[in-house]
Each structure stands twice: as C-alpha cells, then as structure tokens.
C-alpha cells in the first residue's frame, strides 16, 4: 500500500483565497483524522472521522475551516476564507478499529504546508 | 486534559552512544502510547507502540518502556547513527484522541 497520501504537497495563496486539501488514506482502515502542526502549538487535532462520519470536530479552529469524507477513500480540508495565521502544516492521519478494540496505531501523510500571505 | 511532557527538548550525542528520551502523561487512564519519529519537511513515521496492558515493545535498537502508574515512558535507542537525527514525539491515546508531546529532536554527531 502506499501509504495515507495527501495532495498538494506546498500551496501558497493570498489571504482571502479558498484552500482545499486533500487526503486519501489507506484501504481499510477507517478513521481518518486531520492534524495541523505549528512550531508554536506543535501537532493539533483539529477533526476525527470514523467510518466517514465526523465524530468530533471540537478541534476546528472556526467556521471558516470545515472537512468532508463522502467515502471511505477519500477527505477533504478546506479554509474559506484563509488568513495568515492558518499558515502551517496539516497533516492527515488514518488508524484502523473503533473503541476499545482500537489498536491505535495512527499512520500519517506526507502533509501539505500551506503559506498564506 | 492530557498533558504531555518530553525532556529534553533537544539532544545531541557522538555516535555510537545510547538515547534515552523521556515522556511524561498527566492521566494515566490511556489505551496506548505511541513513540513516532519526524524527520524535517516530512510526516510522521511510527516507531512503536505500546498497549496499556504491556510494560514495554522492541524494534531493532530500539525499546521503549511504558509505566502507567507513574505517568512515564522511555525510548531507548541503542548504539545511536547519525541517521537517527530527527525529532521523536510521544503520544498517548485516550479514547480515540492522540495527544502529543512537543518531541525531543536528536542530533548524532558523526
């Protein structure tokens, strides 16, 4: 498998541009969760899917930030409107098992480092 | 709230000496711990994981211990190369959420 994959890899866009980031995680496993990491508040969670249902997006900065998984192979991140400080990396994860059969285990993409100015 | 502690911050060793780097949790009701290694401009890549029933996991030169009670686990990496320079994360799992340490970056020195 190759792995949880995100695309794109750098986007750079001006304050006020809409931002789509895309992930396609590993067959099988299904919950995908998306991360931003910033040197000053390190790795956030900001969304977690199982079984393509958002199950807690507490972690979602505002409303100008709102994630999809319409199937299993697929998710999307979008900023809209973007700001500067949404500069950062965000990184999509994906595990397998729900609840207390959870192995844990989380695998993480390449991210996608977005520069806003 | 889960808090997770990594010390030091950074660390940096010739080569061919052992690493211990640290990891403290505030609530020792986790499912799991998860050691994870980043490498600049890259993504995570998993190292290890420990369930809450075992005390520790190997991998090659690598062994980490995990004590609930205390709150605390170790990453052991034996005879350390230069390409083990990068930054290790600790995370704990609690329900489905990962909370992650700030990571202890490693420099070997050739």
């Known amino acids: 498998d190759a792995g949880v994959i995100q695309s794109p890899r750098h986007e750079v866009t001006e304050m006020g541009q809409e931002v789509t980031l895309r992930c396609k995680p590993i067959?099988?496993?299904?919950?995908l969760f998306w991360y931003r990491q910033t040197m000053m508040r390190g790795l956030e969670l900001l969304i977690y899917f199982n079984n393509n249902v958002p199950i807690d997006d507490s972690g979602m900065p505002e409303d100008r930030f709102s994630a999809k998984m319409p199937n299993a192979s697929f998710s999307t991140l979008k900023i809209q409107p973007s700001e500067p400080r949404d500069s950062a990396v965000y990184f999509c994860?994906?595990?397998?098992?729900?609840?207390?059969?959870?192995?844990?285990?989380?695998?993480f993409g390449e991210g996608s480092r977005l520069t806003v100015l | 709230k889960q808090e997770v502690t990594q010390i030091p911050a950074a660390l940096s060793v010739p080569e061919g000496e052992n690493l211990v780097l640290n990891c403290s949790f505030t609530?020792?009701?986790?499912?799991?711990l998860q050691w994870f290694r980043q490498d600049p401009g890259k993504g995570l890549t998993s190292l290890l994981l420990?369930?809450?029933?075992?005390r520790e996991q190997t991998s090659g030169r690598l062994n980490a211990s995990l004590d609930k009670s205390s709150g605390r686990s170790t990453l052991y990496i034996a005879a350390s190369q230069p390409g083990d320079s990068a930054t290790y994360l600790c995370?704990?799992?609690?329900?489905?959420?990962?909370?992650f340490g700030a990571g202890t970056t490693v420099t070997v020195r050739a």
């Open positions: 995370a704990v799992w609690v329900d489905y959420k990962l909370s």
């Open positions: 609530d020792s009701a986790i499912y799991n």
């Open positions: 420990i369930q809450s029933s075992q």
């Open positions: 067959s099988g496993h299904n919950s």
């Open positions: 994860a994906d595990s397998y098992g729900t609840g207390r059969d959870y192995t844990g285990e989380l695998f």
